[in-house]
């Protein structure tokens, strides 16, 4: 495995430059704003969340994590962690959708935009992209993918035909994001749920880590052939410890930023309900 020190663990390939183009786009959004208002707290924090977030994904796939990933199991659980339920939030908070756009020439913007909203054979994209973001589907669909990804035969192609395991890693990002809009506003996309449906999302989408990791804690054998044939861990770890550490990895770090949600959403649902603002009483009142 080689060292983080090393040039053969830093990789220049396709995610980086796409990472480059968004980053390049967003920035150039910010430049042509319309509105003149000042910006809030919330407006203020979203391009640190951007970059935050295309730095993660960076780490996830371009960094010795995605080289170390193909010996080592618990490299490969941090570099899933990070594309699940830490680079989504954070994108998915920064709102970045009308600022990515704007750049853009303003013919190319109005022709897709009226194609998409407007034509016939566009109407299969437009149900599906309302099918997509409602909760429930959302929920399922990201809980789904979660769990299916891990089965043996499926993960076990990630490891050895690239093409999979980038198929893989988009969907963990895409469903991650659409589990995140139903947690966060991001305009001109709003939550559309209570907060206590809310809270039961996140549930859900940590129970589905929890599966995963708990079928990976406590198998008895090592569930991933590719893993076994690997040698030379570092710390002379063994396949099974290997698969172990990773389950800590999903049930632990993987469940932490869906578990600050449920507080906060519980928190919300909870909290005093607002006083209705009064007129002050006056002890004079003039005739």
Not at 65 to 79: E, G, K, N, P, Y
Not at 203 to 226: C, D, E, R
């Amino acid at each position: 495995m080689p060292s983080v020190w090393s040039a053969a663990a830093w990789q220049v390939e396709p995610p980086l430059y796409a990472a480059l183009v968004v980053a390049a786009l967003y920035a150039a959004g910010g430049r042509k704003r319309v509105s003149t208002r000042p910006l809030g707290a919330v407006e203020r924090w979203r391009p640190v969340a951007f970059y935050t977030g295309v730095v993660v994904l960076l780490v996830a796939l371009d960094s010795p994590i995605d080289v170390w990933s193909d010996t080592l199991f618990t490299a490969h659980m941090v570099q899933h962690v990070l594309l699940i339920v830490v680079a989504p939030p954070l994108i998915v908070f920064s709102a970045p959708w009308n600022r990515i756009w704007r750049p853009l020439p303003l013919g190319f913007r109005r022709t897709v935009a009226r194609a998409v909203a407007l034509h016939p054979r566009a109407r299969p994209l437009r149900r599906l992209g309302h099918a997509l973001v409602h909760p429930t589907v959302a929920t399922a669909i990201f809980a789904a993918n979660l769990v299916v990804w891990h089965v043996p035969a499926l993960f076990d192609a990630t490891l050895t035909n690239q093409a999979v395991h980038d198929l893989e890693h988009t969907l963990f990002l895409g469903t991650g994001m659409l589990l995140w809009l139903q947690l966060i506003d991001s305009p001109p996309v709003r939550v559309r749920v209570s907060e206590v449906w809310q809270a039961a999302i996140a549930a859900v989408g940590m129970l589905a880590g929890w599966v995963v990791a708990v079928v990976l804690a406590f198998a008895p054998s090592v569930l991933y052939s590719p893993y076994l044939r690997v040698t030379g861990r570092p710390w002379q770890l063994s396949a099974l410890g290997d698969q172990q550490i990773a389950a800590g990895v999903m049930w632990v770090p993987g469940s932490l930023p869906l578990t600050v949600a449920i507080v906060v959403f519980f928190y919300r649902w909870l909290g005093p309900e607002p006083q209705p603002v009064t007129a002050p009483r006056t002890l004079y009142s003039p005739r």
